[in-house]
């Protein structure tokens, strides 16, 4: 009896192995259950195979030649197409290293040869119900943010609207009656108004491309190498990130190095080549470290620290002792909420997470908020490795 229901479209199946016996064997047994089935004889025919057709379940051997299965899983979860699809590990061996191994490299399930039809076709039925509600949980995630954008933009733009237009009607028709100070007070509310203004206005272009860019699927190239020490070296030093701090806590230009808004910013990471492209690490780690001096208590510093982990991965870490987040608010971080803004008024905290997020999954990276009762608040980003770097710590 068919899995697939009569009229609804046939999930397309990859199969990847290099046994012509086993992949026309498995192949078989899928079509009679009418999938659309492709296939591939190594692991590199297999990834191209899936990178142009996107299917919506890979089952892959491991031991195959040009690329094994272990480095199929890799390289699909680095795609930003591939990075959700559900992947079925075949394979003879029994033993739980190389099951581990599957399962760490990024695979959701394994079967092991020899198998029979009902152990096969129940793993494929079960991913494609996990592939399902998926889709439904980001379909719902996507409602929750337009929903967060129609509550959130009002609130962000009218206020500083409020302000300019009610000095500058007073100015108008009333300026004979105050004194040249008053006067100059007013006016300098109206500019710093009109600052918040324009910073709100640039950031909802910003989070608008970002979002525009996951719509459609676009991914920055895995060409860009970025040093991870040294680029955080210049967004500290950078006017960009000193102007940012000032204008959010609205505080004045620090004069110690490495002091922002009373917060020591204290660096430790691993050299490393990540695949980033430099304007959007740039971007990422503004908004998180302007979010985590925010929320520290007064002189607490702000951590930032770097490691590489297995399988080409780095994981960079910020930290702060502060004030804690709701947890109803880190379970809508990609949408433009608020954290109780009637006690912590912090205008577009959501929104700076959000961008941050956007913008790391663009690069192939993923941000997660791990911690956030304050202690300490972290929010963990994991990226790409360009290439293996010597392990040892630099201090900055």
């Keep these: 009896m068919s899995t697939v229901l009569s009229g609804a479209r046939a999930p397309t199946i990859l199969v990847v192995d290099d046994s012509l016996a086993v992949r026309q064997l498995t192949v078989s047994v899928l079509r009679r259950q009418g999938y659309d089935v492709l296939e591939a004889g190594d692991g590199r025919e297999g990834l191209d195979t899936a990178l142009r057709e996107q299917p919506d379940v890979i089952l892959c051997d491991i031991h195959m030649p040009i690329l094994d299965g272990w480095d199929v899983v890799r390289e699909a979860r680095s795609s930003e197409s591939l990075g959700t699809t559900p992947i079925l590990m075949l394979t003879s061996d029994n033993d739980r290293v190389s099951v581990r191994r599957a399962m760490a490299a990024g695979a959701d399930d394994y079967l092991t040869k020899p198998w029979t039809q009902h152990e096969l076709i129940s793993a494929v039925v079960s991913l494609l119900e996990k592939a399902s509600r998926h889709r439904a949980d980001a379909e719902r995630a996507q409602e929750q943010l337009r929903s967060a954008v129609l509550a959130t933009i009002p609130h962000e733009l009218r206020t500083p609207m409020v302000s300019i237009l009610g000095s500058t009607e007073l100015l108008l028709t009333r300026r004979e009656r105050y004194t040249p100070e008053r006067v100059q007070g007013m006016l300098e509310d109206v500019h710093r108004s009109a600052l918040a203004l324009g910073r709100t206005i640039s950031r909802m272009m910003d989070w608008a491309e970002l979002s525009a860019a996951q719509v459609h699927r676009e991914t920055r190239s895995m060409a860009?190498?970025?040093?991870?020490?040294?680029?955080?070296?210049?967004?500290?030093?950078?006017?960009?990130?000193?102007?940012?701090?000032?204008?959010?806590?609205?505080?004045?230009?620090?004069?110690?190095?490495?002091?922002?808004?009373?917060?020591?910013?204290?660096?430790?990471?691993?050299?490393?080549?990540?695949?980033?492209?430099?304007?959007?690490?740039?971007?990422?780690?503004?908004?998180?470290?302007?979010?985590?001096?925010?929320?520290?208590?007064?002189?607490?510093?702000?951590?930032?620290?770097?490691?590489?982990?297995?399988?080409?991965?780095?994981?960079?870490?910020?930290?702060?002792?502060?004030?804690?987040?709701?947890?109803?608010?880190?379970?809508?971080?990609?949408?433009?909420?608020?954290?109780?803004?009637?006690?912590?008024?912090?205008?577009?905290?959501?929104?700076?997470?959000?961008?941050?997020?956007?913008?790391?999954?663009?690069?192939?990276?993923?941000?997660?908020?791990?911690?956030?009762?304050?202690?300490?608040?972290?929010?963990?980003?994991?990226?790409?490795?360009?290439?293996?770097?010597?392990?040892?710590?630099?201090?900055?």
């Design 224 to 396: 860009y190498r970025l040093d991870v020490a040294q680029a955080m070296v210049e967004v500290l030093g950078s006017t960009a990130f000193a102007k940012e701090v000032q204008a959010v806590l609205k505080v004045p230009p620090e004069t110690v190095s490495g002091v922002f808004a009373g917060h020591p910013v204290q660096v430790r990471v691993e050299p490393c080549h990540l695949q980033c492209w430099s304007p959007d690490f740039h971007k990422i780690m503004t908004e998180l470290l302007v979010n985590a001096l925010r929320f520290s208590k007064p002189g607490r510093p702000v951590g930032v620290t770097g490691k590489a982990l297995l399988h080409g991965r780095y994981q960079l870490e910020i930290a702060n002792l502060g004030v804690a987040m709701p947890e109803k608010f880190i379970s809508q971080i990609g949408a433009l909420s608020q954290a109780d803004r009637e006690v912590h008024e912090q205008q577009g905290m959501g929104l700076g997470l959000a961008i941050g997020q956007l913008a790391a999954r663009r690069n192939g990276a993923t941000l997660h908020v791990t911690r956030f009762d304050g202690l300490p608040t972290v929010v963990r980003l994991t990226f790409l490795q360009h290439s293996a770097e010597p392990e040892q710590s630099a201090l900055l």
